[in-house]
């Protein structure tokens, strides 16, 4: 009867070990939870006062892996956004557990693309509260059903392509069947009354490959403007990015203008970017030359702004 007792407390409630602030941003709160889909540890942490869920056993989602880079990310689009007044819809591909779309205030409409079932599973609960939806399925550039490899424990190297898969050997791995969306579908998820977007792409190695088919023409015929933020990887064909965008203005956060750590109460206290990187406004193809002349780079997000066709 005991031990009964015991299995309904740990699959029906969420029973708090221990909660730890870091910090004004940042607070982890660690609890058993269970449910009879899925029977996961779940945890949570606190970031600019948004909770977010995740599986404490994947070494990609937990709050230990966000380091000064990511914060910086999360902050600086939480910066570049805040200033629009009107809501904006959010399209957030290749969402993960949602670390960087949560944080976004002035958004009444996201849009979570996420072939992962068990980020969907925590995803619903980070969510809840928000005008949400969750698309479980993967980006690519085709419709089409495909294989992907999913490392549940580091849930963030889960990818259509092998090569982008992590080969240690201590990473569980098994082979998804999903199907695919291709990224100007996406629009079918509008809210008809917002008039700006803003974009997220971390797809794991098909990031240039997915933006080569998005069509400018068909966004901008349905908004007056966007943002697009998406993942470089040294030796991926910049020339795609150039002819798509070329003259259009936009920002790196990249490991050549990365300063360094620097204490994460007083950055995060601020939100300030350019306290992390040296930030400079480029063209596309300014920005794509730099990368090209340096040696020494290996990956960077870029901010793209699409104001008007060109």
């Given at each position: 009867?005991?031990?009964?007792?015991?299995?309904?407390?740990?699959?029906?409630?969420?029973?708090?070990?221990?909660?730890?602030?870091?910090?004004?941003?940042?607070?982890?709160?660690?609890?058993?939870?269970?449910?009879?889909?899925?029977?996961?540890?779940?945890?949570?942490?606190?970031?600019?006062?948004?909770?977010?869920?995740f599986q404490v056993n994947d070494s990609k989602g937990n709050f230990a892996h966000l380091g000064q880079e990511d914060l910086s990310r999360i902050a600086f689009i939480k910066s570049h956004?805040?200033?629009?007044?009107?809501?904006?819809?959010?399209?957030?591909?290749?969402?993960?557990?949602?670390?960087?779309?949560?944080?976004?205030?002035?958004?009444?409409?996201?849009?979570?693309?996420?072939?992962?079932?068990?980020?969907?599973?925590?995803?619903?609960?980070?969510?809840?509260?928000k005008n949400f939806k969750i698309i479980q399925k993967s980006l690519g550039v085709s419709l089409c059903d495909t294989n992907l490899t999913i490392m549940p424990r580091a849930s963030g190297?889960?990818?259509?392509?092998?090569?982008?898969?992590?080969?240690?050997?201590?990473?569980?791995?098994?082979?998804?069947?999903?199907?695919?969306?291709?990224?100007?579908?996406?629009?079918?998820?509008?809210?008809?009354?917002?008039?700006?977007?803003?974009?997220?792409?971390?797809?794991?190695?098909?990031?240039?490959?997915?933006?080569?088919?998005?069509?400018?023409?068909?966004?901008?015929?349905?908004?007056?403007?966007?943002?697009?933020?998406?993942?470089?990887?040294?030796?991926?064909?910049?020339?795609?990015?150039?002819?798509?965008?070329?003259?259009?203005?936009?920002?790196?956060?990249?490991?050549?203008?990365?300063?360094?750590?620097?204490?994460?109460?007083?950055?995060?206290?601020?939100?300030?970017?350019?306290?992390?990187?040296?930030?400079?406004?480029?063209?596309?193809?300014?920005q794509c030359q730099k990368y090209k002349n340096d040696s020494s780079f290996k990956y960077g997000d870029l901010l793209i702004t699409l104001e008007e066709k060109l």
């Amino acid at each position: 009867m005991f031990k009964k007792f015991i299995k309904f407390i740990f699959s029906y409630l969420k029973i708090y070990i221990k909660k730890i602030r870091f910090s004004n941003y940042l607070e982890v709160s660690f609890f058993f939870y269970k449910t009879k889909e899925k029977k996961e540890l779940i945890s949570s942490f606190n970031i600019f006062d948004r909770k977010v869920y995740f599986q404490v056993n994947d070494s990609k989602g937990n709050f230990a892996h966000l380091g000064q880079e990511d914060l910086s990310r999360i902050a600086f689009i939480k910066s570049h956004l805040k200033d629009i007044k009107n809501n904006i819809d959010v399209y957030d591909l290749g969402s993960n557990y949602g670390t960087y779309s949560i944080v976004i205030d002035n958004c009444d409409n996201f849009i979570l693309v996420e072939p992962n079932p068990f980020c969907c599973f925590c995803l619903e609960k980070t969510f809840k509260d928000k005008n949400f939806k969750i698309i479980q399925k993967s980006l690519g550039v085709s419709l089409c059903d495909t294989n992907l490899t999913i490392m549940p424990r580091a849930s963030g190297g889960s990818s259509l392509k092998q090569n982008f898969v992590s080969n240690e050997k201590h990473h569980e791995k098994f082979i998804l069947k999903t199907e695919t969306i291709s990224i100007n579908e996406l629009l079918d998820f509008k809210n008809t009354e917002n008039s700006q977007f803003f974009m997220k792409l971390d797809i794991e190695g098909m990031d240039i490959e997915v933006i080569e088919s998005f069509s400018q023409d068909k966004w901008l015929s349905n908004y007056d403007k966007g943002k697009i933020m998406l993942e470089i990887h040294k030796g991926q064909d910049l020339d795609i990015l150039v002819r798509k965008f070329g003259d259009r203005k936009c920002i790196s956060m990249d490991n050549i203008n990365f300063k360094g750590e620097i204490s994460s109460k007083k950055y995060l206290k601020n939100s300030r970017p350019e306290e992390v990187y040296d930030i400079e406004n480029l063209t596309v193809k300014d920005q794509c030359q730099k990368y090209k002349n340096d040696s020494s780079f290996k990956y960077g997000d870029l901010l793209i702004t699409l104001e008007e066709k060109l």
